[in-house]
């Protein structure tokens, strides 16, 4: 089966730090762009960040943009956010979502529940 | 950032019913849109891409439309699996963006 798996998420303090994983099975990750999107309780959607299938391009949003680094490492099917000066509004549910080659976020996980509080 | 405006944020409809939902780019991104569905408590899942392209297996009641800054999702005849949220994602640029979505609700 195609899929994606989030996993890393947690409940941090405003200033620390987070890694997401997401772990790619039933295809190769290394043909393949990846994008972060979050949720807000009770929001709607946001991109957060891309890369793509070698790594050497890599865009975040604004909002995230200094605090977040997206890598990936295709020797092990996988992408990583790592998430730094978490504030109280990145809380979240994170999603991993597969691009289809420019034309759709197709594979989706189940996403991660990030919780920024003191 | 190219903004895309989703309307309506509501609606409320009965089965059986035809459903449109339309999104408004802030400029121009040829046919680069897609039709997202997401549930309460679950991802979203693809419904259409390049505004009018049915994703597999996703079922033939739900066609996309538009091109430049106008789009529509049309449900020909509302179901009551698809009471859920919509939202249209444009891929032309970075950043990408979202609407903000539509929730179907029960009439």
């Known amino acids: 089966e195609v899929q994606v798996v989030e996993s890393g998420g947690g409940l941090v303090q405003p200033g620390g730090s987070l890694r997401l994983s997401c772990a790619a099975s039933?295809?190769?990750?290394?043909?393949?762009?990846m994008n972060w999107v979050r949720q807000a309780p009770g929001k709607g959607l946001e991109w957060i960040s891309y890369i793509t299938s070698s790594g050497r391009t890599i865009y975040y949003a604004d909002s995230v943009k200094g605090r977040f680094t997206l890598s990936r490492d295709n020797a092990k099917n996988s992408v990583y956010l790592q998430m730094n000066s978490l504030r109280d509004e990145d809380t979240a549910v994170y999603y991993c979502?597969?691009?289809?080659?420019?034309?759709?976020?197709?594979?989706w996980g189940q996403g991660t529940v990030v919780t920024v509080s003191s | 950032a190219i903004q895309m405006t989703q309307s309506p944020s509501t609606l409320s409809a009965s089965v059986g019913d035809r459903v449109t939902i339309t999104c408004r780019a802030s400029?121009?991104?040829?046919?680069?849109l897609g039709w997202y569905q997401q549930k309460p408590g679950k991802a979203p899942k693809l419904l259409i891409y390049a505004t009018s392209n049915l994703e597999s297996g996703v079922p033939s009641r739900f066609s996309g439309s538009g091109s430049g800054t106008d789009f529509t999702l049309t449900i020909s005849s509302l179901q009551p699996e698809d009471f859920a949220t919509y939202y249209c994602?444009?891929?032309?640029?970075?950043?990408?963006?979202f609407g903000q979505g539509t929730k179907v609700e029960i009439k």
């Open positions: 979502a597969r691009d289809r080659h420019a034309e759709a976020f197709d594979i």
């Open positions: 400029e121009g991104i040829r046919n680069d």
């Open positions: 039933g295809f190769t990750i290394n043909t393949y762009s």
């Open positions: 994602l444009q891929d032309w640029d970075y950043p990408r963006t």
